[in-house]
């Protein structure tokens, strides 16, 4: 199994800043593509950023200019750099995962994270 665990959440002021973090650990591995999502009460969950195996990005519209994904070479720790925060950003930013076992049969998997509460409030 892989498994994520999420860091780096908590309350910040408008204006301020937080930086997210996302570990994989278990079985040998190869991540894909890491992305962060995140659900705020009664909303569907909503893509955020990713990143993928090159290291290419994408960013939701709403996050442009605001937020940077990054990761280290291995793919195993993802960050979520977050500038500017905004009130609407509040939510339950989760980590994601996809890729494929390094050993036969090379099964793929989806993993996720539990989540970390991201509250931006004076």
């Known amino acids: 199994q892989v498994q994520l665990v999420e860091s780096g959440g908590g309350l910040v002021q408008p204006g301020g800043s937080l930086r997210l973090s996302c570990a994989a650990s278990g079985t040998i591995f190869t991540i894909n593509g890491m992305n962060w999502y995140r659900q705020a009460p009664g909303k569907e969950r909503e893509l955020v950023a990713q990143v993928n195996l090159g290291g290419g990005t994408n960013y939701a519209d709403s996050v442009k200019g605001r937020f940077t994904i990054s990761r280290l070479n291995a793919m195993n720790t993802v960050y979520l750099q977050m500038n500017s925060l905004k009130p609407e950003d509040t939510a339950v930013y989760y980590c994601?995962?996809?890729?494929?076992?390094?050993?036969?049969?090379?099964?793929?998997?989806?993993?996720w994270g539990q989540g970390t509460q991201v509250t931006v409030s004076s």
């Open positions: 994601n995962a996809r890729g494929y076992y390094s050993a036969s049969p090379y099964h793929t998997f989806d993993s």
